[in-house]
């Protein structure tokens, strides 16, 4: 069997990982070319025969179907908000909120503004985040004072 008919759709049998392991690594010679085809034609007999005439593009689409139903997922959301550093502490609102925050409160213009960036798991399984890029991009318009990130002046007047 060439490779290309080895990795052809019409050679795929569908097996739990541990008969995957039996059957391709630990015993391969228990399980011979004639046995394997009998799984197949049994299993795609029946209820299973629609199988057959199943294709490539449509296996895969039920797959990531399957997938999206499965259950728990690991999913994580990053959200971006402006605020004020108050002392230790920086108090946020949602980004879309924040001119109007310091319109309504322009005593908070006093402070030092910081871009607030919230990580939230709200998938059920376990996730880890190891790092968040973010890109600014700074209209520095008719700013007064200069514009400073990290200690740093970044340019304008």
Same mark, same amino acid.
């Given at each position: 069997? /060439?490779?290309?008919?080895?990795? &052809? $759709?019409?050679?795929? %049998? ?11 690594? @630990? ?7 004639? #046995? ?11 209820? &299973?025969?629609?199988?057959?005439? %199943? ?7 039920? @797959? @990531?179907?399957? @997938?999206?139903? !499965? ?5 994580? #959301?990053?959200? $971006?908000?402006?605020?004020?550093? +108050? ?9 879309? +909120?924040?001119? =109007?925050?310091?319109? &309504? ?5 006093? $402070?030092?503004?910081?871009?607030? /960036? =919230? ?7 376990? !996730? ?14 008719? #700013?007064?004072?200069?514009? /400073?990130? +990290?200690?740093?002046?970044? &340019?304008?007047?």
């Amino acid at each position: 069997m /060439t490779d290309d008919d080895r990795r &052809s $759709f019409p050679n795929l %049998i569908l097996l739990c990982k541990p008969h995957h392991d039996l059957v391709d690594k @630990i015993r391969p010679d228990d399980s011979p070319v004639e #046995t394997l085809e009998q799984w197949k034609l049994q299993r795609e007999e029946g209820e &299973s025969a629609a199988l057959r005439s %199943i294709t490539e593009d449509r296996l895969e689409e039920l @797959i @990531i179907e399957a @997938i999206r139903h !499965a259950g728990p997922t690991r999913l994580v #959301t990053v959200e $971006f908000g402006g605020g004020a550093l +108050l002392g230790a502490e920086a108090v946020g609102v949602p980004i879309e +909120l924040w001119q =109007t925050l310091l319109d &309504s409160n322009p005593h908070l213009c006093a $402070f030092d503004k910081v871009l607030v /960036t =919230t990580v939230r798991k709200v998938g059920a399984l376990r !996730a880890a985040v190891e790092s968040v890029d973010v890109f600014l991009g700074v209209e520095m318009g008719g #700013t007064a004072a200069p514009l /400073t990130m +990290l200690g740093r002046r970044l &340019s304008g007047p």
